[in-house]
């Protein structure tokens, strides 16, 4: 499986970058949900991240949407 660094964008995870998986065109995934392992137990919280139009010149972005409580977005 071929991988893509990404950078998060806003929320929790700002200026965190991360390798996630590649679609067939080279792209990270369109929408990704990260926990971040940092984070206490009972604050344990789903962030939504959705992929920006087009990689620019440091690659790809991936931009906060929102948070939910854990297991919510499943």
């Known amino acids: 499986m071929a991988l893509v660094r990404v950078?998060?964008?806003g929320g929790p995870a700002d200026d965190?970058?991360?390798d996630l998986p590649a679609d067939p065109d080279g792209a990270p995934?369109?929408?990704w949900i990260?926990?971040?392992p940092e984070q206490s137990p009972t604050?344990?919280?789903d962030h939504l991240y959705e992929r920006g139009?087009?990689?620019g010149?440091?690659?790809w972005t991936m931009r906060y949407v929102r948070t939910d409580p854990f297991g919510a977005t499943e």
Do not use: Q, S, Y
Request: glycine fraction near 4%; aromatic fraction near 4%; avoid cysteine.
């Open 53 to 55: 139009d087009r990689a």
């Open 7 to 9: 950078r998060f964008v």
């Open 16 to 18: 965190v970058a991360r």
């Open 57 to 59: 010149p440091e690659g």
């Open 43 to 45: 604050d344990v919280a």
């Open 34 to 36: 990260l926990r971040l």
């Open 29 to 31: 995934p369109r929408r």
